[in-house]
């Protein structure tokens, strides 16, 4: 048989009937409006004023404002008409829609810093945790390692209760080695609790490529790193990608210890955004706003992987 | 080219002895089977060969070198696999490249040694598609140009045909074979399958739970087997095997069986008496009214210009192969011959073939 005939019989299972297909995908745009709804009244939101953002019925339709960034990125001061009389005409389009609201900037508001602080955190955890779980996998998956199924259960138990649940042994660890609000003591913890996830999820996807490559790979002069990066890593890219994406959730949204471990220097978004609701009034727009630059990276990331995510594995080089 | 010897490898996994204590010698430019069952450790033996295992115990010389511990790229050696491991996010020209690519040669001389070889196999028109894209046959012929092109000093196939449709693996056995005797090379071929071993191998090794039974040529195996096991592997339909009780004398050109004597070749060694079996080929079997062994015929197998007969006799089913032209009825009552010149003898308890005057001198692992 031909690789051709096989692959069309491959194919050959049952074409559904129309209404068959009319019902999945009704469910599929009713599964998307479920969760995509959401996401857009956060958006929109953003853009009201704060007056829009909490009238009844709720508005739909309404004069979009940036007040709600202007709010975000900056910490301002409520001053007296008066007073605001007396200033220089104002020179920047914020400044102008501050001063209507009897306010005046004072400086910019922490969100930039907090937000870099996100993502070197939730980056650097998932580059680490995927770049350890891949060394751990490949080994797990090639060598034999004495005691490996009583590691590997001994790694997957790390995640059998919630991480907060050490929560506290952890905060007081931390205090003791002074990594308590530092970013490399948010990278350690969220590498530890992620690594073993990527362990399991990689071996899975490692183990499904044949070793034969690799061992043609050695046989052909390459070492066992060389066949490791040149060889397995082009073929796991799958895994990899959906790996990292997994890691950067987690790490990316982690809120119970971002909250208690970081106050200031290594605080990331998750706690900082409930601090906007308390800086004058409950100015919802700009915790849309927050929401809204917070699921950004984490969209383009899934978005930028996805093709990674489709393409099979091995697909055509091993005849199975 | 080289060769290559093994002495008293071994290797062992915790409690599991893949290979036991082998010794052999891989002649240059020999064409060599290993072959046995799975689980006989014919492959633990090659991969150990090439440098993806290591030895428990024993020796590795390439060309007198002892290169038991070096790493696989410094063998010098060729890999073909089962599953031709092609890799796929590289096209035809860049596997069969990749050898040289490894060596860091330039990239104008790989481009001429993929040429070369592509040509010898005949898959130049392929050079830029996909491996995926390939048909069984083409991607074995890209496997084997990847082993190729380095030029090395031996080649390792482990069951290189073993994912092939039956026809195309009849027609690469032949391309294999013709390749080998375009190049020379020293060949060791793992194969679980007899005729692949039989039809291409200067020399057999067959092997049964991690130790070599008997080394030899194809008709030495076929003719002359060393064991029970090699007589019962080789061979389709297998030998027969008829049990009965014995001394043997050396001299003796017969033996007492059960209530007859049998005429069978010069016996070489003394025996007090064992059980023992009377090996006798499907082909050595004639029908004759007169024949020492009766029994009833049970079925028959018709396959173009032989048929294989099945006999129930009191010793035993035993399958003969008669022209197609013979008449046969099921049920029948038959006498059965055998050709004594080629029979042979086996000690039940050891396995061994007892030594006569066809079965001397040949090697055991």
């Known amino acids: ?320 | 080219m080289a060769q290559i010897r093994i002495e008293n490898l071994r290797k062992s996994f915790d409690q599991f002895t893949a290979v036991e204590g082998s010794t052999f010698t891989i002649d240059d430019g020999t064409f060599f089977a290993m072959l046995g069952p799975s689980g006989c450790g014919k492959t633990t033996t090659l991969r150990m060969i090439a440098g993806l295992e290591l030895p428990t115990e024993g020796k590795i010389l390439l060309d007198g070198e002892d290169v038991t511990f070096h790493r696989a790229a410094a063998r010098d050696i060729a890999f073909v696999f089962q599953l031709f491991a092609l890799y796929p996010h590289m096209n035809v020209g860049e596997n069969i490249g990749f050898p040289l690519k490894c060596q860091g040669m330039a990239r104008r001389e790989i481009r001429e040694r993929v040429q070369e070889t592509a040509r010898m196999l005949r898959i130049e028109h392929l050079l830029s598609s996909k491996t995926s894209k390939l048909s069984g046959g083409d991607r074995q012929r890209v496997a084997l140009g990847r082993a190729m092109v380095r030029r090395p000093k031996a080649f390792l196939m482990d069951e290189p045909l073993g994912a092939l449709d039956a026809e195309f693996r009849h027609l690469m056995c032949g391309e294999l074979r013709d390749l080998h005797d375009r190049i020379k090379a020293t060949t060791v071929y793992v194969t679980h399958d007899q005729l692949e071993a039989m039809s291409m191998a200067d020399q057999i090794a067959v092997m049964n739970k991690g130790r070599v039974e008997q080394i030899g040529t194809p008709q030495e195996v076929y003719d002359r087997p060393a064991s029970m096991f090699v007589a019962d592997f080789i061979g389709s339909p297998p030998m027969n095997f008829l049990r009965f009780e014995g001394g043997l004398r050396s001299g003796d050109r017969a033996v007492s069986f059960h209530d007859t004597r049998l005429a069978v070749p010069e016996i070489r060694e003394d025996r007090a008496s064992a059980p023992l079996a009377l090996g006798v080929r499907p082909e050595h079997i004639r029908f004759a009214d007169a024949g020492a062994v009766r029994g009833e015929v049970f079925g028959a197998e018709y396959l173009g210009t032989t048929q294989i007969v099945t006999v129930d006799t009191a010793y035993g089913r035993v399958a003969a192969r008669l022209p197609s032209s013979a008449s046969v009825r099921i049920g029948e009552t038959i006498g059965l011959e055998f050709n004594a010149e080629r029979l042979a003898l086996f000690d039940i308890g050891s396995g061994r073939a007892i030594r006569t005057e066809s079965v001397e001198g040949v090697r055991h692992g």
């Open chain 1, 1 to 320: 048989m031909t690789a051709a005939a096989t692959r069309s019989t491959a194919h050959s299972i049952v074409e559904a009937s129309p209404r068959t297909k009319a019902f999945a995908g009704g469910l599929v745009i009713l599964y998307a409006v479920i969760t995509i709804l959401p996401l857009l009244w956060i958006v929109a939101t953003a853009f009201k004023s704060q007056s829009d953002a909490i009238a009844y019925p709720p508005k739909v339709i309404f004069e979009p404002t940036l007040e709600g960034y202007v709010n975000l990125f900056t910490v301002r001061t409520r001053q007296t008409p008066d007073f605001i009389a007396k200033l220089p005409p104002p020179e920047t389009w914020y400044d102008k829609l501050v001063r209507k609201r009897d306010m005046v900037i004072a400086g910019p508001s922490k969100v930039v810093p907090r937000f870099v602080n996100s993502l070197i955190i939730g980056f650097g955890s998932t580059f680490l945790a995927v770049f350890l779980g891949t060394l751990a996998a490949y080994a797990f998956s090639r060598f034999r390692i004495p005691l490996a199924d009583d590691l590997l259960f001994f790694i997957l138990s790390t995640r059998m209760m919630p991480p907060v649940a050490v929560a506290i042994p952890i905060y007081l660890m931390y205090r003791q080695l002074n990594l308590t609000d530092t970013r490399l003591g948010m990278i350690l913890l969220y590498t530890a609790v992620n690594v073993s996830l990527a362990v399991w999820l990689l071996k899975g996807f490692i183990d499904e490529i044949p070793r034969e490559y690799e061992e043609a790979a050695l046989v052909d002069g390459y070492t066992r790193l060389q066949a490791l990066r040149k060889v397995v890593l082009p073929q796991a890219v799958t895994g990899i990608a959906a790996t990292a994406i997994f890691c950067l959730i987690f790490s990316w949204n982690e809120y119970a210890f971002a909250v208690l471990l970081t106050s200031g220097e290594a605080q990331t978004m998750p706690p900082f955004i409930p601090f906007i609701i308390g800086e004058g009034g409950q100015d919802w727009p700009a915790v849309a706003a927050a929401t809204t630059l917070f699921v950004v990276p984490i969209v383009m990331f899934t978005v930028l992987l996805r093709k990674h995510l489709l393409r099979g594995i091995t697909f055509g080089a091993v005849r199975k």
